[in-house]
């Protein structure tokens, strides 16, 4: 490992323990690789598992690694096309087993920090599925809540904005104008401080850049 990986190892390490005066679990891996056998490791067999909206979990691999898996009952959000498709789709995902998701942001002493547009992602982190598993990579650690919130709003909505061909003020300056358009995906900006449930939520964290 170079220093950089070892930098981040020590650092992760120090995240985790503050995790843990939160009620949440926390686990660090060098690569997504090693990070998704893990996750296919802990969730049982005959588990329902579902899964937010990420540019992480998707490119490591993890959504189609559980979807290809005939030991897990995959729920995919993509399949509900309308609205009333949608609103069944939720109510379905409140009651899995297992919910996947990244963070936008996650602060030195253990808070997560998410937009949502729809809410349904930050809804499962804040309750329904019986475990959440956010998987973030390095980058996306901030010294504190302030630097995490301009983090959410001055790169990681923009960037996720493009990406989703949103008509947002945001796409065309390359950080947050504080909108209120309709394509907004930062209706909701959700801190988790703390797991209500002991060890509901764990946060895997990973020592390459992922998502944004
Ligand atoms: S509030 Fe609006 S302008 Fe700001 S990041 Fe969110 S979508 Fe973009």
Redesign the pocket.
Known sequence: MGYKEDSYKILAEQIIQKLKERNMDGAYFATAEQCKNEILQEIPQGASVTWGGSVTITDMGLIDAVKSNPGMIAKDRMTAKTPEEKRTFYSQQTLCDYFLMSTNAITLDGQLVN?DGAGGRVACLITGPSHVFVIAGMNKVESDLDAAMKR???FA??AN?LRLS?N????K?G???????S????NQIVVTRRSGIAGRIKVFLIGETLGY
């Open positions: 937009i959410v709003r001055n909505a923009p904005n949103h947002t003020p945001c796409t300056a950080r947050c104008c504080d909108c209120l358009t394509e907004c995906i930062c």
